[in-house]
């Protein structure tokens, strides 16, 4: 059986691409960038989906941290474009498709909901308007509506931060932390939602796999912490104290005060629907999913 992955060569890709593999699938990457066991955007919509294409996963989108892209309008549209595009191409080659893939599992983030210091946010909690990030994301979303008739399951994972030691924010504090610089965002007191790489892995193969799993999921961990809670955890893996916090005037500087808003604001964000459908995290604390981050046990 095949899957077609959009987006599928990045970091979250990269480790659902092996995990699919280790369980007997093939893997289709859609790319901007040709290769073997590739297509590009521009093939699939001339060729459409290969053929026994079981599942389609939307990953695709222009990482939105990158301190080397200054926040202005330009980058914006690319933000969005990079994001909505690939995800409605896909919609169209599925709708295209003669023979429909069983499901379609595409990804948002918890900036769907607003920040908020206490309120806790479930898949049933309203979101999705007040600020850049929770329009991106319904938008996002909307892209990824499939008509009723296509007949293809649908599912939609609200992302939480992923840790994974080769890539995205662990990445990017590694050295920091490594050299005791790091702490927390700010105050620190903010919500950080979160999940392990291998678990939000782990839940797009559920998605795709379990036949009762259909609509929002939230992609996070249910230990709900914060920026503080995380620079202990974090530094702790390392050994370092993590005391240094990074001043929300300086995230500002860095990013832009409206991406800035994305470590210097959280959100409390609990994965309800998740649980209850069943899902089993192999990271549901902090300090388990830090603990592989260490330079002596680290595996990965
Ligand atoms: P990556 O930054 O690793 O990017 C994923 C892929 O998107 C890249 O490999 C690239 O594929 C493609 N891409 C990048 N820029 C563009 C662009 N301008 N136009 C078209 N395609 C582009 O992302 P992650 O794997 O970390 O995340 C996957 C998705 O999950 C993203 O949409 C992200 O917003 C979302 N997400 C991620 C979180 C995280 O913490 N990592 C948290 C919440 C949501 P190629 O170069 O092969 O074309």
């Known amino acids: ?46 060729n459409g989906l290969p053929k026994n294409t079981a599942a389609v996963v939307s990953l695709a989108g222009q ?45 948002s983030g918890v ?11 479930t ?18 979303e909307l892209a990824a509506k499939l008509p009723a008739d296509v007949g293809t399951r649908q599912v939609t994972i609200r992302s939480g931060v992923v840790l994974g030691r080769r890539g995205g924010m662990i990445a990017q504090l590694y050295l920091p932390f490594f050299f005791g610089m790091g702490g927390p965002v700010g105050s620190g007191q903010q919500y950080l939602p979160w999940i392990h790489l291998h678990d939000i892995a782990r839940l797009f193969l559920y998605a795709i796999e379990k036949e009762n799993v259909e609509g929002v999921l939230n992609g996070v961990s249910p230990d709900l912490i914060t920026s503080k809670e995380f620079a202990r955890a974090f530094g702790g893996s390392l050994w370092r104290p993590a005391l240094i916090p990074l001043p929300e005037f300086v995230c500002n500087i860095l990013l832009g005060s409206e991406r800035a808003r994305m470590l210097t604001e959280g959100q409390k964000v609990t994965p309800q629907r998740t649980l209850e459908l069943g899902f089993e995290y192999n990271y549901p604390d902090i300090r388990s999913a830090c603990q592989e981050f260490s330079p002596l046990i680290y595996t990965d």
């Open 1 to 46: 059986k095949t899957v077609v992955i959009g987006g599928g060569s990045g970091f979250i890709g990269t480790a659902l691409s092996n995990l699919l593999c280790s369980c007997g699938y093939d893997v289709v990457i859609v790319s901007r960038v040709p290769g073997s066991f590739r297509m590009t955007w521009s093939e699939l919509e001339q």
């Open 63 to 107: 990482n939105i941290l990158d301190m080397k892209r200054r926040w202005n309008s330009g980058f914006e549209q690319t933000v969005r474009a990079s994001r909505i595009n690939t995800t409605l191409s896909l919609v169209k080659a599925i709708e295209k498709a003669d023979v429909k893939p069983s499901v379609f599992v595409s990804t």
């Open 111 to 121: 900036g769907y909901y607003p920040p908020h210091p206490s309120k806790v946010y």
């Open 123 to 140: 898949e049933h909690s309203e979101g999705g308007k007040g600020d850049y990030f929770a329009e991106l994301c319904t938008d996002w």
